[in-house]
């Protein structure tokens, strides 16, 4: 279908369309998540610090460093993954950029988790934005 020339009802535009969609998806997901984990493994000890005072009346407090390295890993999981779906995606493959998008909702659920216990309201309806445009991408993948 990748190859397809026959475009007589525009099914062969539609393809091309919903797969630069896709394409788009997964960029903005790697970009996001790629800079977004590379920073807190780049500005490690500024990162701790900063969520140690973000965390210091909550529940999560003193539990800082073990956020922060699973926080990490999920991003960077979603955006490695993410990266790596584009080329499977275009051979007609949308399992690995389904399963990016599904690391990506776990991270900004851990996102919104923290802020939330944090009383950070103003910065969880910010991280709920993200997380309605990846659940929209998931749908995206899934229905198209």
């Known amino acids: 279908m990748l190859f397809c020339c026959s475009n007589a009802s ?3 535009y539609i393809y091309f369309g919903i797969l ?20 807190k493994v780049k500005n490690y000890k500024p990162n701790l610090l900063w ?7 909550s529940t999560f407090k003193e539990r ?21 779906a584009i080329p499977l995606l275009i051979i007609g493959n949308n399992t690995i950029g389904l399963i990016a998008l599904a690391f990506a909702a776990i991270s900004l659920l851990s996102v919104f988790l923290g802020q939330r216990v944090a009383k950070d309201y103003v910065g969880a309806v910010g991280t709920t934005t993200y997380l309605l445009f990846t659940l929209a991408s998931i749908l995206v993948f899934i229905l198209l």
């Open 10 to 12: 525009g099914e062969t």
């Open 20 to 39: 630069f969609i896709k394409i788009i998806i997964l960029l903005f997901f790697s970009i996001l998540f790629i800079l977004s984990g590379w920073d």
């Open 51 to 57: 969520l140690i005072s973000f965390f210091k009346d």
């Open 64 to 84: 800082e460093l073990i956020l922060l390295c699973s926080l990490t890993f999920f991003e960077l999981l979603a955006g490695i993954l993410s990266f790596t």
